[in-house]
């Protein structure tokens, strides 16, 4: 199936530091979706996005939909310890209600 | 956000004895939905999606035949891994479709399947 492109594929920063993500599509997508995923765990959804140009915060985050509609950022601002994790972003088309999944970041904050 | 379980969270078994794993929406009715694969430091595979009151749809490469998916009920889904091998060890993460203007899907805590 198809897979989204997501950038940086890792990131390791300084506590306190902000932190942005992207994924990008070569389709157009109706919605995006932000999980952040703990090793062992389930990926827990962070931030929902419908409206191409929409911009969404969830705390210390905030997620934009593209205006082109095959993209998506994530932001995180003055990072934590427990913000340590792999973020998947996943976008739904059209047609049918499968989400496609990017290829992750695995972030990492130095205390 | 809403609630997905999974059960067992692990399980170890022999080789060539199956496995069948739950995947419950708590909260929320769901006619779909998907059961993933996940390998060490990668994304998410899409397995198969399970659809309620019809048979499931797989992805291609994936054996309907070794992974039996029933969706019961509107709330459960399982999905039993047939004469397992060690080569089927993985992380199965399910996870309830959402519909209904805000499509979302929430996730499952996953299963972890080791097959010795």
């Known amino acids: 199936g198809q897979q989204l492109n997501q950038s940086p594929q890792s990131m390791f920063i300084q506590e306190g530091e902000d932190v942005s993500m992207n994924c990008t599509s070569s389709s157009i997508f109706n919605t995006w979706l932000w999980y952040k995923q703990d090793p062992g765990e389930g990926p827990v959804l962070l931030i929902a996005?419908?409206?191409?140009?929409e911009l969404t915060s969830n705390g210390r985050l905030t997620a934009q939909f593209g205006i082109t509609r095959k993209d998506s950022f994530l932001n995180i601002s003055a990072s934590i310890p427990s913000d340590v994790g792999i973020y998947f972003c996943a976008g739904q088309g059209h047609t049918g209600n499968q989400f496609y999944f990017g290829t992750g970041t695995s972030l990492t904050v130095i205390p | 956000g809403a609630v997905v379980s999974q059960h067992p969270s692990w399980v170890i078994c022999k080789s060539g004895t199956s496995v069948k794993i739950e995947c419950r929406s708590l909260d929320f009715q769901a006619t779909t939905m998907f059961w993933y694969r996940q390998f060490p430091k990668q994304s998410l595979m899409l397995m198969a999606t399970?659809?309620?009151?019809?048979?499931?749809?797989?992805e291609q490469g994936v054996e309907k035949d070794k992974f039996l998916i029933n969706h019961a009920s509107l709330t459960l889904s399982t999905l039993t891994v047939t004469s397992a091998h060690p080569e089927d060890s993985s992380f199965y993460i399910c996870s309830a479709y959402r519909s209904g203007g805000a499509d979302t899907q929430y996730f499952g805590p996953g299963t972890r399947l080791t097959v010795l």
């Open positions: 996005l419908y409206k191409a140009g």
């Open positions: 399970s659809n309620e009151g019809s048979k499931a749809t797989y």
